[in-house]
């Protein structure tokens, strides 16, 4: 197997930190936004939408989509389960999963996308939605901090792709756009001290 990835991208990162959790070590083949390999025609054989991460299996095949891989790896290698136990608990995940993805990482990367320079003359910007996005993320922080009152992690009571997910959505916010956790989000904020030092959290 082979994971083809971007530096700094913020959906391969979600992917290596995955494969970091369960320990699984495989070749990682990185592009970078300059010198755009990933949209050379021999990537895009691979991925013709010439975006990343891309799982490459020892046959050929080759899986994109983030949680397409995590969930092809969480099937190969089920412990630790990232994605819940039982029905219940996968239901769980699930759903934050996909919350921490629509209400949060989107409209991170949005903001990154339509305010950020690094995107001049790479994407168009559109500066309102992005203010507005940005608006929207602030408020979905204050949200995410009211549900992880008395929660250790954010779907289930152990670590899933719900606090990766949400983990690179506040690692981009942080960083690039420079988003910090309010001194009144304190189990937000308790949240990402935990998140955040893990030892795979630099993968
Ligand atoms: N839904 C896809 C999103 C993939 C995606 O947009 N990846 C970005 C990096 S975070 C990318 O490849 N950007 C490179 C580009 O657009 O040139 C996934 O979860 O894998």
């Known amino acids: 197997m082979k994971l083809y990835s971007l530096k700094n991208g913020v959906n391969p990162r979600r992917v290596r930190i995955f494969l970091a959790e369960k320990r699984l070590s495989i070749p990682i083949e990185e592009f970078d936004m300059e010198t755009a390999g990933h949209k050379a025609p021999a990537f895009l054989a691979r991925n013709p939408l010439g975006t990343l991460p891309v799982l490459e299996l020892d046959d050929g095949t080759v899986i994109a989509e983030s949680v397409a891989i995590c969930r092809y790896v969480e099937e190969m290698i089920p412990e630790p389960p990232l994605f819940g136990r039982s029905a219940l608990e996968r239901a769980q995940v699930e759903m934050w999963n996909r919350r921490m993805e629509l209400e949060l990482l989107l409209p991170v990367i949005d903001v990154f996308v339509h305010t950020h320079p690094f995107w001049v003359g790479k994407r ?80």
């Open 124 to 203: 168009r910007q559109i500066g309102e939605w992005g203010a507005a996005r940005r608006e929207q993320v602030a408020e979905r922080l204050r949200w995410l901090d009211r549900e992880l009152e008395g929660r250790p992690f954010i779907a289930v009571d152990r670590y899933s792709i719900a606090d990766i997910t949400a983990q690179v959505a506040l690692l981009t916010a942080r960083g690039a756009l420079k988003l910090s956790i309010g001194e009144d989000q304190p189990n937000l904020a308790r949240w990402w001290a935990s998140v955040s030092t893990r030892p795979t959290a630099r993968a």
